[in-house]
């Protein structure tokens, strides 16, 4: 199997599962804080807006 095949074989959550099990444990800390400091963020913002989490799921669905 060569790297293309084992690229393709995988579906974007079993690639994003191996990631996060074989990376660079300081690169993940720091995506992930930045990740959910973004997320708070806009979930303060959004309800300063007068909308909840509720309202963007249901927005999104």
């Given at each position: ?32 804080e ?6 708070i ?21």
């Amino acid at each position: 199997m060569d790297f293309f095949d084992e690229m393709f074989n995988k579906t974007p959550k079993e690639k994003f599962i191996e990631i996060i099990q074989n990376g660079n444990l300081g690169a993940l800390e720091k995506v992930f804080e930045e990740f959910f400091a973004d997320h708070i963020a806009m979930v303060e913002l959004l309800e300063k807006q007068g909308l909840t989490e509720m309202d963007v799921k249901n927005f999104i669905l």
